[in-house]
């Protein structure tokens, strides 16, 4: 029990300096030097890093262990579009099983998303971003569907989102996009779950 609590706790301090942007894209990380700073052993470095990577959060290859991911032009695309299809259906799942007080409960989520967008749109955000979104995730009833989301877009934001979006346009994007999701899942939209999602990633119509 204290291996796995080590384990987990190097895990989080490690992802926290990742969501805090301590470490650059593409950087090595190096399983001594980590351990060195925390005043832990290597083994218990070791099994957080490879949490981490199976997390999607950081790279892990046999020559070249473990590094920071380094998000291009072309993943944020590709993600971009996985993202509209797999959260359009769990948009759609969201609507047909969620109860008042699920909707209750996302109001909230979505009223703290906009705050700390004002407040700190940094790792506090990351995690209030997860919250929202993981929720309609979780209300779609499918846990394979929720899974890859989280699988994909924990790095999504992580890297991509949170540190290359100003604090201004974060407080005056995020609301009014979210409001588009919790209005459909209210039944108080006109727009398809599809419709909905697009003008929330700011994706063309088809």
């Known amino acids: 029990m204290q291996s796995v609590a080590l384990r987990e706790g190097v895990a989080q301090a490690i992802r926290q300096a990742l969501l805090e942007g301590r470490f650059k894209p593409g950087e090595n990380l190096s399983e001594t030097r980590l ?39 072309r993943d944020h695309q590709e993600i971009d579009e996985l993202r509209l299809r797999l959260e359009t259906m769990a948009l759609a799942l969201a609507r047909s099983r969620a109860t008042e007080g699920d909707l209750s409960a996302i109001d909230a989520l979505m009223d703290r998303t906009a705050f700390v967008s004002r407040q700190n749109p940094s790792a506090e955000w990351v995690k209030a971003e997860l919250e929202f979104h993981g929720m309609i995730w979780e209300l779609s009833g499918n846990r394979w569907l929720a899974s890859c989301l989280r699988y994909a877009m924990i790095p999504y934001f992580s890297y991509e989102t949170a540190f290359r979006l100003q604090p201004q346009i974060l407080d005056q994007r995020f609301p009014q996009q979210h409001a588009l999701l919790v209005d459909f899942l209210k039944g108080q939209s006109n727009s398809t779950a599809e419709e909905c999602m697009r003008r929330h990633l700011r994706m063309p119509a088809e």
């Open 35 to 73: 351990g060195r700073e925390m005043n832990v052993s290597r083994g218990p470095v070791r099994e957080a890093l490879l949490i981490l990577a199976q997390q999607g959060l950081i790279a892990h290859t046999q020559n070249h262990g473990f590094s920071v991911l380094k998000f291009t032009d």
